[in-house]
């Protein structure tokens, strides 16, 4: 049993909740400026984490840093509390970080199980998989099924529909479980919801919620505060190359998070 203080009923300490990915200190400079500037930030397991931030504010260059596109100058990086140094964009996705981006998310010309098993295609049992490399259709569809439907996705079952003929959001839908098919430890979404109706990017936070439910800690960078004050349970407020302040839907207000990231009040 656990009590309200966190601390179990035969007095055992409460576990130590263990940030899955930290950054510490990290800067970043092209040439004469500044992208980070020192910025430090922890994601814990099954939390989302919000990143915002005027533009130019550096919340790209986090991301890139965090998913091997950039390499930091200086700071360290840690998954599973065990330094890593990601020195190129599959370095990160092979240790488990999934980045959907808003563009270039999926290959609009294959079918729904075809995206869902881009790269990673299941071949068929015996000699026609292991030398003739045939991909086993029939069993991606029946595993792309499996995973739409655990994660929620009800808007798309038809899994041998082109991409090309999907929405926007069903499209973000897709590439979103993409990442969470296959065993991500950390997803990161990058304006998930930029280019979406009202439906769509309702239907990309809930996803965004149900992969939070299954334990993948997820960071979104959004300049929507309404999607973000709705699904982040914490939030990293950028400002000029460094973090100006963690604060959480609870602690402050749409408004107030606004004036910290213009700088018109302090944390
Ligand atoms: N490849 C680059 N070369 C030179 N300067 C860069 C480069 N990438 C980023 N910067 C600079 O670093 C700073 C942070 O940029 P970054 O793209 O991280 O901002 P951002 O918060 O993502 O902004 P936005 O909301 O506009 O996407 C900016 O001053 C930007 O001009
Ligand atoms: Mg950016």
Not at 12 to 17: D, G, T
Not at 33 to 46: A, M, Q
Not at 117 to 145: H, I, N, P, Q, T
Not at 198 to 224: A, F, M, T, W, Y
Request: proline fraction near 4%; include cysteine; hydrophobic fraction near 45%.
């Amino acid at each position: 049993m656990t009590l309200i203080d966190g601390s179990t009923a035969a007095g055992a300490p409460a576990p130590v909740r263990e940030p899955i990915l930290t950054a510490k200190k990290l800067v970043k400079t092209y040439g004469r400026v500044v992208g980070l500037d020192g910025v430090s930030l922890e994601l814990y397991p099954g939390e989302v984490l919000a990143i915002i931030g005027d533009n130019g504010a550096g919340k790209s260059t986090l991301i890139k840093c965090l998913t091997g596109a950039e390499v930091a100058d200086e700071g360290e990086i840690t998954l599973d509390g065990k330094p890593v140094q990601f020195k190129r964009p599959q370095d990160a996705h092979a240790a488990g970080i999934e980045t959907v981006y808003q563009t270039l998310a999926v290959s609009p010309a294959l079918d729904v199980a075809s995206n869902l098993f881009l790269g990673r295609e299941l071949r068929r049992a015996g000699l026609l998989g292991s030398v003739f490399r045939m991909v086993d259709k029939k069993g991606m569809r029946k595993r792309a099924k499996q995973e739409l439907s655990d994660l929620g996705i009800s808007t798309l079952q038809d899994v041998t529909v082109a991409v090309e003929n999907l929405s926007g959001g069903q499209r973000q839908a897709v590439a979103v479980a993409r990442a969470a098919a296959f065993g991500s430890k950390v997803v990161v979404l990058d304006e998930p919801t930029a280019a979406l109706g009202v439906r769509e990017s309702n239907q990309v936070l809930q996803l965004v919620k149900n992969l939070r439910d299954r334990g993948i800690p997820v960071i979104l960078i959004s300049h929507n505060m309404p999607h973000v004050f709705e699904v982040a349970d914490r939030i990293h407020i950028q400002r000029l190359g460094k973090c100006a302040a963690t604060i959480t839907p609870q602690s402050h207000s749409m408004t107030d998070a606004v004036a910290i990231m213009t700088g018109a009040r302090k944390a």
